[in-house]
T-cell receptor, first 115, second 115 residues
Framework: NAGVTQTPKFQVLKTGQSMTLQCAQD?????MYWYRQDPGMGLRLIYY???????DKGEVPNGYNVSRLNKREFSLRLESAAPSQTSVYFC??????????????FGEGSWLTVV | AQKITQTQPGMFVQEKEAVTLDCTYD???????LFWYKQPSSGEMIFLIY??????QNATEGRYSLNFQKARKSANLVISASQLGDSAMYFC????????????FGSGTRLQVQP
């Protein structure tokens, strides 16, 4: 059972480089999310996609772009990486368009270091 | 806007004892869900328990129970019979029925179970 798969798991970037974090889910979920987790803090929402073809900004969107390529895939791009973007990134997905108690499923996280 | 507050940065508990992790929340939305996640040192987010705002009874899942006090806007996690494997970060989170419908997280509580 794959669930939510995100790649790469670890990445070191130099300041100014660009990269894309990939995320795919195999649960036919409508909604997908990207979060970041800084040391000693909870997860903060970067971007989310309520359904295929739609994306919206979350709490901390600056410096990031996203693409909802299809229902399965939701990628996060850093156009010009900065040391402040050193963090652990989590992709997540959930079913349903409306509110429900449906569990949100998380990927295993991607550790990104910008030097 | 939603807010989750976890006021205990760290907690210690003896093995086999019960422990309560505090969580208070703030939202003006009458329909919402409250979640608890466990994050071990390996980093993955593990869903533990869910409580809906209209649920009449407190949620229970094995050794986990959620002490939901709606009037006080609190949703404390109770872990009974603590085990060494319970040592981890614990996050309280909330999801509302309007707007983003993404999870909003607290800052977490680090629980250490001592033998």
């Amino acid at each position: 059972n794959a669930g939510v798969t995100q790649t790469p798991k670890f990445q070191v970037l130099k300041t100014g480089q660009s990269m894309t974090l990939q995320c795919a889910q195999d649960m036919n979920h409508n909604s997908m999310y990207w979060y970041r987790q800084d040391p000693g803090m909870g997860l903060r929402l970067i971007y989310y996609s309520a359904s295929e073809g739609t994306t919206d900004k979350g709490e901390v969107p600056n410096g990031y772009n996203v693409s909802r390529l299809n229902k399965r895939e939701f990628s996060l791009r850093l156009e010009s990486a900065a040391p402040s973007q050193t963090s652990v990134y989590f992709c997540a997905s959930s079913e349903g368009r409306g509110f429900s108690g449906n569990t949100i499923y998380f990927g295993e996280g991607s550790w990104l270091t910008v030097v | 806007a939603q807010k989750i507050t976890q006021t205990q940065p760290g907690m210690f508990v003896q093995e086999k004892e019960a422990v309560t992790l505090d969580c208070t929340y703030d939202t003006s939305d009458p329909s919402y869900g409250l979640f608890w996640y466990k994050q071990p040192s390996s980093g993955e987010m593990i869903f533990l328990i869910y409580q809906g705002s209209y649920d009449q009874q407190n949620a229970t899942e094995g050794r986990y129970s959620l002490n939901f006090q709606k009037a006080r806007k609190s949703a404390n996690l109770v872990i009974s019979a603590s085990q060494l494997g319970d040592s981890a970060m614990y996050f309280c989170a909330m999801r509302v029925s309007t707007g983003r419908r993404a999870l909003t997280f607290g800052s977490g509580t680090r629980l250490q179970v001592q033998p």
